[in-house]
């Protein structure tokens, strides 16, 4: 799962914008930005942050900088675990050229001690984006942890990992029938990247990737 397989490979599914959201880091933002301009994708910054109740959140940002900078806020908030690597593998951080710059030592898959109220202002303070991710798992997802979709912090989205619960979802929960609803891949391994099938429609002329970028996080928020 290196920036420019990830690149290359979303380019063999067809897909036109790609969002690198790392376990509570953003340190290969960089990297997947230079693999995605040499494949013509339009790359997003984000992380899926695990709040203090173990609830995965996907956060984005429009520009590069407002990721790092969140990246560096989370750091504080993370719980110090050295990571097991004969179990857990290298946490590798890259360069453009998938070479690897350096490691984290310490564990990402773990929670934050943000709650998902902390979180949600903390993405707000960055200008980012964030909603629950995989809404319909039972394993960090905001339903099965907390009983129900909050109705505080407010989120605009809310992203499912199979869009066929989405109905059963909706009659069950009448706060998402309100939201912009997501459909993503989770990809955790390179085959897990879904050839293009959920989309959106977004103006694109004069055409540059700020531009659609731009009209993404419109659409978000």
């Known amino acids: 799962m290196?920036?420019?397989?990830i690149a290359g490979m979303a380019v063999l599914a067809?897909?036109?914008?790609?969002?690198?959201?790392?376990?509570n880091t953003c340190?290969?933002?960089?990297?997947?930005?230079?693999?995605?301009k040499k494949n013509g994708l339009i790359p997003i910054a984000g992380m899926e942050l695990t709040t203090a109740e173990d609830i995965h959140v996907v956060c984005?940002?429009?520009?590069?900088?407002e990721a790092m900078n969140f990246d560096s806020d989370v750091n504080t908030h993370r719980c110090l675990i050295k990571n097991r690597t004969d179990i857990f593998g290298d946490q590798l951080i890259t360069d453009?050229?998938?070479?690897?710059?350096?490691?984290?030592?310490?564990?990402?898959?773990?929670?934050?001690?943000?709650?998902?109220?902390?979180a949600a202002t903390l993405v707000l303070s960055?200008?980012?984006?964030c909603f629950p991710a995989h809404v319909d798992r039972e394993s960090n997802g905001v339903i099965a942890v907390l009983g129900s979709f909050p109705d505080e912090p407010h989120f605009n989205c809310a992203e499912f990992h199979d869009s066929g619960k989405q109905t059963e979802?909706?009659?069950?929960?009448?706060?998402?029938?309100?939201?912009?609803?997501?459909?993503?891949?989770?990809?955790?391994?390179?085959?897990?990247?879904?050839?293009?099938?959920?989309?959106?429609d977004l103006e694109d002329e004069p055409y540059s990737s700020a531009f659609v970028r731009q009209k993404l996080f419109e659409k978000l928020r």
């Open 60 to 65: 984005l940002f429009e520009h590069l900088s």
């Open 96 to 118: 453009g050229d998938d070479n690897v710059i350096g490691t984290d030592e310490y564990l990402l898959s773990n929670a934050t001690d943000l709650t998902i109220e902390d």
């Open 126 to 129: 960055h200008n980012g984006v």
């Open 27 to 36: 340190k290969n933002c960089p990297a997947f930005f230079e693999a995605a």
């Open 169 to 200: 979802y909706l009659e069950r929960f009448g706060n998402l029938r309100d939201k912009v609803l997501l459909t993503s891949s989770d990809a955790h391994y390179l085959w897990d990247i879904r050839d293009k099938e959920a989309y959106f």
């Open 14 to 23: 067809g897909l036109q914008i790609v969002a690198l959201t790392d376990h």
């Open 2 to 5: 290196t920036p420019n397989n």
